[in-house]
């Protein structure tokens, strides 16, 4: 076994395990820094068990490596170049607080987290990694990973890469980064960010904050009372079931706010907005938009610009705004259409 310090990557007192010489079973002895295992090159089988004591056992290609709670502390383990398979087991559940990392490194690698609170990297490639039970933080790194948080409370980070990041159970944090990723939040109260490129995010279950970042964005808030802001872009935007606030943001969105009662604001550009059923209150804003209330008692203000405005079933409020307006009341079987310049306001417009 050899062992040497690695300062510069991490501090002065760090250790680092080399186990592409092996020889044997070891001892260490210290009381800061972190225990660094690397498996370097190789196509690895990696298991890492953490006993109820928090000590833990690692098995590499079949031989066997043991820390106690003290010496796992802070323990990383890193796959190395090569496709590898991580898998860990076991959770503590008294003794001295351990920390273990796991990072894949350079290869498509498959890292199976525990039932605890788990620290997984994939590094680079196109990475598959599962966070299990437990409040875990995943990051794909560079490529085009497969990431599956599980249950619990856990943080995703997509990196580089068109990655396809589901959420699971749990109130979870979601980032995509770079890419053109597919992001499910799953149950729970989801903070979903898309991050740069033309994503799809589908909220799931629970009342989830999404942002869709730089690009053209798919977002669909599904059940439960969402936030959605369409940022930069070209956006289709559907609240689905729920009482939804939604904000365009830059670019010329299509909106739909489905059922509940929705706000709904367009933002810059030349916005196409369907409220839906449910008691909506819709703003323009900037850009000559196409507003259309749908079905119940809605709110609709055109904003800046030429926009044509649609109350649909029920009793609404219309107002043009600044721009010369078109204005239709009625449904699809009996419709009246009318100019309105500045300013001009129609109130309880109802179709019978």
Known sequence: MNLRHLG???????????????NGPFGMKFNTGKVVLDARGGNDKIHVHQNMDGSVKVNVNGKDYNFTAEQAKNLVIKGGRGNDTITM??????????????DGGKGNDTIYGSCGDDKLIGGKGNDTIYGGGGNDYINGGKGSDKLYGGCGNDRIVGGKGNDTIKGGCGNDSISGGKGRDSIHGGCGNDSISGGKGNDRIFGGHGNDSI???????????????????????????????????????????????????????????????????????????KGHDHLRGGSGNDIIHGGKGWDLLVGGDGHDYLNGGKGWDRIIQGNDDQRSTMPVGPGMILKHISAR
Not at 8 to 16: A, E, G, K, V, W
Not at 94 to 101: A, E, N, Q, V
Not at 254 to 278: A, C, E, F
């Open 8 to 22: 510069r990557f991490f501090d002065r007192n760090s250790t680092s395990v080399d186990m592409g010489n092996r």
């Open 89 to 102: 087991s076991g959770h503590q559940l008294y003794g001295p607080k351990t920390s273990i990392t796991i």
């Open 211 to 285: 942002r869709g970042g730089k690009g053209n964005d798919t977002i669909d808030g599904g059940c439960g009372n969402d936030n959605i802001q369409g940022n930069k872009g070209r956006d289709r935007i559907f609240g689905g079931f729920g009482n939804d606030t939604i904000h365009g943001g830059k670019g010329s969105d299509t909106i739909y706010g489905q059922w509940g009662n929705d706000l709904i604001i367009g933002g810059k550009g030349n916005d196409t907005i369907d409220g839906g059923s449910g008691n909506d209150r819709i703003q323009g804003n």
